[in-house]
């Protein structure tokens, strides 16, 4: 059973717009949620980060928000820039006996085009 | 510039070879983890690491061996390893304390089994 789910394999925008992608999950014990961007032939790189306790997280061009009743989270990009075209994962985290588990999405490829 | 810095990049191998990959991080990080990823999939937590001392072992196969010498190394050791076991396999490090943290991920170590 998936427990977080990136239902969009792929998204296209133009530049300059606003890209948002999505993230579902099912543990409910999840209370620490990332997103990675991953290039090709390289490892993830850790892009933003929401803990349970906040619906909303800001760092420059990038913004998390996450509905905790709708077991849900989304990641804007604003605007979007060419050099953003990556695969971008969802990731949650459980807290298991005080070593953390990280659980991903199989992934959205993002497409900014010029 | 990844801060987990992992080797060899590329790894050929036999099914009765022994070969180990190494992970080296000199954040001060305390928690290391292993993870694989297979083609097209997310990455797949393996085992995690805590102070040195193993916390989270998936029910990884035992011809996968981790092994935390001190804080700044993680290995994972190769024995008899079967073709499906061919994948990414990725090293992250995290700070331990109070509030979560993000995994930093090295860019892996491509591993082929013949």
């Known amino acids: 059973d998936q427990q977080v789910k990136q239902n969009s394999p792929s998204l296209s925008v133009q530049e300059g717009r606003i890209s948002i992608l999505n993230c579902d999950y099912t543990?409910?014990?999840?209370?620490?949620f990332l997103w990675y961007k991953k290039y090709p032939a390289e490892g993830p790189t850790f892009l933003i980060s929401i803990s349970s306790i906040k619906d909303k997280n800001e760092d420059g061009r990038f913004t998390v928000f996450l509905n905790k009743s709708a077991k849900h989270l989304s990641l804007h990009i604003v605007p979007s820039q060419p050099g953003d075209s990556a695969v971008y994962f969802c990731?949650?985290?459980?807290?298991?006996?005080?070593?953390?588990?990280?659980?991903f999405g199989k992934g959205t490829k993002l497409t900014v085009n010029p | 510039d990844t801060e987990v810095t992992q080797t060899p990049k590329h790894l050929v191998m036999g099914m009765t070879n022994k070969k180990s990959l190494k992970c080296e991080q000199h954040m001060g990080h305390r928690a290391m983890y292993w993870y694989k990823q297979k083609a097209k999939k997310p990455p797949e937590l393996m085992f995690v690491?805590?102070?040195?001392?193993?916390?989270i072992n998936e029910s990884v196969p035992s011809r996968f061996s981790p092994e935390c010498p001190n804080s700044s190394l993680l290995n994972l050791h190769l024995h008899a390893l079967q073709p499906e076991d061919s994948a990414l396999y990725l090293c992250?490090?995290?700070?331990?304390?109070?509030?979560?943290?993000?995994?930093?991920f090295g860019d892996g170590t491509r591993l082929s089994i013949l």
């Open positions: 992250a490090s995290s700070q331990r304390g109070e509030v979560h943290q993000p995994q930093h």
């Open positions: 990731a949650a985290s459980e807290d298991q006996g005080g070593s953390e588990k990280l659980v």
């Open positions: 543990n409910s014990m999840f209370d620490y």
């Open positions: 690491y805590s102070y040195e001392k193993l916390s």
